[in-house]
């Protein structure tokens, strides 16, 4: 639609006359340099666009371009993976499309019989492919885009398909969607120009035929794309804005227990495609506000590369939701690693995420003994193997010793966890005001 147009729609429509002012020029000549701008939809609950592409500008071939990528932060959320699109099995979506075009009716008012047949197939051929491209379609446009992910989500796709095999999926649904629709069109034009009613039915039966095989020779495309849904659809859902507190340490170590001692309700077990083991989530609710705590897979003595998906998801959301950490340390020797290498460890993620609000609980106290052995001021790590790190909270969930006060730090920590959120949001928005 040209301008000229635009200014005559806007008249019928009646709306006030609109007077640009000097001050927003800029936006004027912007309707110019652009080729198409769309607005940005949220049918999937995550703000997505279509191309916005400027004079001199590029994008990569079938992939969407955030219109503000070098202005303002993406609107990232997790939960998308609760709204993904339902997929219907290939089966189901081949036999309701034929049930559908078989149904399909010729032209009225043909009177030849072959104009009439060939009109007939022509048509049932052409509502054959559309039944088998609509559904394709969708999921193409409603799948989202890696990009418009959270980073936690991202991590997970990564962690559950390996790196590129989500994108991969869909390209191989797209793949098929274009050959159905290439068949179908070549096949509806070859019926259309039959010129004997045998013909015509002859070249309908075949591309009734084609377009089967086409589909189920891809069906896998589709059934992939299923087994991806159900994974992701039952992935546990995290709030960003909720604050939460992430029980961290080695493996056996007592964060499951204290999960349990923590949590107001009963903690729910979260499953993840990539482990069979259960996660647990709970939730504390202080001053009618609700918070969110969970422990996180146990890590080992080895470098990020040689670490499994549970170490992995472990990081992922220490890296890329905003939680409060409570380190949890077992010096008894119990959990099946040494105390040597947890303080190790615990050196490691300290600094790497040193950001994170912090606080350290040695567990199963009751089972250490005083011991009061010499040893020099500046070995700190003879020092940990004996108390653990400095301000370490001793708690026993066995004879309930320190769980009060640990209580109460988790409460403070959350509180700080919360102000902190506020803030940020309050910052990003006014960031983006700022760039409006």
């Not at 049918?43 to 503000?68: T, Y």
């Not at 030849?112 to 051929?125: S, V």
């Not at 390209?171 to 969607?177: A, P």
């Not at 996180?296 to 499994?308: A, E, M, Q, V």
Request: with cysteine.
């Amino acid at each position: 639609m040209n301008c000229s147009k635009t200014f005559s729609f806007l008249q019928q429509c009646r709306f006030p006359p609109f007077k640009p002012s000097p001050n927003y020029s800029h936006l004027h000549r912007g309707l110019h340099e652009s080729v198409r701008v769309t607005i940005p939809r949220c049918s999937r609950g995550i703000w997505s666009s279509e191309v916005v592409r400027k004079s001199g500008g590029s994008a990569r071939d079938g992939e969407d371009v955030s219109p503000m990528d070098n202005t303002t932060k993406n609107n990232e959320t997790v939960g998308a993976f609760q709204k993904l699109p339902m997929v219907m099995p290939a089966v189901d979506i081949l036999s309701s499309a034929l049930r559908k075009a078989k149904k399909v009716s010729p032209t009225k008012g043909i009177a030849n019989i072959a104009k009439r047949e060939r009109n007939r197939g022509a048509k049932q051929l052409d509502a054959l492919m559309k039944e088998l491209v609509v559904p394709l379609r969708g999921y193409m446009e409603n799948f989202p885009k890696r990009w418009t992910l959270h980073p936690y989500e991202r991590s997970l796709i990564e962690l559950t398909f390996g790196e590129g095999n989500y994108e991969e999926a869909l390209k191989k649904v797209d793949s098929l969607r274009k050959k159905i629709t290439r068949v179908g069109k070549e096949h509806a034009s070859l019926c259309a120009q039959s010129s004997l009613k045998r013909e015509a039915e002859e070249r309908l039966n075949e591309g009734m035929k084609k377009l089967e095989e086409v589909f189920q020779e891809d069906r896998n495309a589709i059934e992939d794309l299923l087994h991806i849904t159900k994974a992701l659809r039952a992935m546990p859902v995290v709030d960003p804005e909720t604050p939460t507190l992430s029980l961290v340490g080695a493996p056996n170590v007592g964060k499951s227990s204290l999960v349990r001692i923590l949590s107001s309700g009963k903690p729910e077990v979260c499953n993840y495609p990539f482990t069979t083991r259960g996660i647990l989530m709970g939730h504390i609710t202080l001053n009618y506000e609700r918070f969110q705590v969970t422990d996180t897979p146990g890590l080992l003595r080895r470098h990020d590369d040689d670490r499994n998906n549970l170490e992995k998801l472990t990081l992922a959301v220490l890296t890329h939701l905003p939680t409060a950490v409570l380190y949890v340390h077992d010096l008894t020797g119990e959990c099946g690693m040494s105390p040597s290498d947890q303080f190790i460890i615990y050196k490691e993620i300290k600094e790497r995420f040193k950001d994170h609000f912090w606080v350290d609980v040695v567990s199963k106290c009751d089972l250490l003994q005083n011991s009061r052995g010499t040893y020099a001021d500046n070995d700190e790590l003879e020092r940990y193997k004996r108390f653990g790190p400095d301000e370490a909270l001793h708690v026993s969930v066995k004879n309930q010793v320190g769980i009060d006060e640990l209580k109460v730090r988790v409460q403070e920590l959350l509180q700080l966890q919360m102000e902190r959120i506020k803030s940020q949001k309050c910052n990003e928005e006014n960031h983006l005001t700022a760039s409006i």
